[in-house]
């Protein structure tokens, strides 16, 4: 099979997985179970162990989704115009809570890693937990970190932001879509922002928001611990 066929044939069980597990999370009545990228990842799993296929072989067959999830970064820019009345209108709160929530997303990943004794590449990597793909994988190189595990640990902080987040801020009594949205954009970046979205333009729009600002706060702040602790 030629590397082209190979590529198109990873691509399509990509797409195929995504859009079977969407068709199974929306007729589940949005079954953590079956979350659309939950699932997909541990089918892939299950393949590569069955098949003693390369991750590396598939991750190169399936580059184009990285462009493409790069370039939809932009696209938030139409979330964010529709709501920005709510944005403005809680502009200080939204932006305390986005600084904060980047700051304690650094701090409860370096904590522990340092208690444990974990090595430096692996802080490096789970410091980059709650910001976005594309973002975290240059970041993780910028500081010494592991990109594959960048991109394992944000795919792992996402699910869970978006699993349980909604219930654990109702548990507390947070139910304010501008709160949620902020919670779930900061912890959970791209996969807690879709599932804001989901629930409403409103929070949508605000975790899109809380994504971008935590992910460029992270940006900055984590060369700057690096060199602290380095």
Known sequence: M???????????VTIGLYGAADWLYRKSGHRAFAHPVLLPVVVLIVIFEASNLDSAKYLA?????STFLAAAVVGLAVPLYRSFDALKE???AVMVAIMGG?????ISALIPAWLLHAPEGLIASLLTKSITTPIAVTVAQSVGGIPAVAAAVVIVTGLVAALIGPSVLRLVGVDDPVATGVALGTAGHAI?????VR???VMGSVAAFAMIVNGLATAVLLPLIAAVVG
């Open 199 to 201: 629930r409403s333009d």
């Open 2 to 12: 030629t590397a082209a066929l190979h590529a198109l044939l990873w691509i399509a």
């Open 61 to 65: 067959s399936t580059q184009v989704f």
């Open 102 to 106: 980047s700051v304690s997303g650094v």
């Open 90 to 92: 809680n502009r200080v």
């Open 192 to 196: 807690g922002t879709a599932e804001a």
